[in-house]
């Protein structure tokens, strides 16, 4: 008789577990997410922003950011232009912050491009001188190398690398000036 009882108790714990347990595998409700008391407080990124963008090449620009996708943001100048600008063409803290903001795309690129007179020369000069930019940090790695390293023999292997760059990069600044 008592091990009847226990056995009607077992099934009772165990049925009232496995009905517990299908519920929650088949709820639709979320569970409660326990709140997490901090003192920070979180910035939220919206559009439009009023930010400071800078150049790689150190310009800083006051503008009202109103969109970006994976490639390029939009913003208004204080004249009232509105541009399509590469995110890669901005200094690192700069591209670090636009890309916090949602990536919303940016309706009409197209549009917009032919709207602040971007012209084709204007595209193919930015990527001469993203490639001059590229090209200058491959020059300081290449100096910083040399200057470690302890090998003569490396040292102008290194020194012959950088002279190659450095006429490259003559090149490009030729063709610069060429088209401007």
């Known amino acids: 008789m008592q091990n009847l009882i226990m056995s009607l108790i077992f099934l009772g714990i165990v049925g009232y577990l496995g009905t517990a347990l299908y519920h929650r595998a088949v709820s639709t409700e979320d569970p409660p997410v326990p709140a997490i008391k901090t003192n920070k407080v979180e910035i939220v990124y919206t559009y439009p922003a009023y930010i400071e963008i800078k150049s790689v090449e150190g310009r800083v620009l006051p503008v009202t950011l109103l969109a970006r996708n994976s490639r390029h943001i939009h913003f208004r ?50 990527e001469l001188e993203r490639t001059i930019r ?47």
């Open 77 to 126: 100048r204080k004249d009232g232009k509105e541009f399509v600008y590469l995110i890669d063409s901005l200094a690192a803290d700069t591209r670090a912050l636009v890309r916090q903001y949602p990536n919303v795309g940016i309706q009409d690129t197209a549009a917009h491009l032919t709207q602040s007179s971007m012209t084709l020369n204007d595209v193919y000069l930015q």
């Open 134 to 180: 590229k090209i200058d940090r491959q020059i300081d790695d290449l100096v910083l190398q040399s200057s470690v390293s302890r090998s003569q023999t490396e040292k102008r292997t290194l020194q012959r690398m950088i002279e190659e760059l450095q006429v490259e990069k003559a090149d490009f600044q030729q063709k610069i000036s060429e088209r401007q």
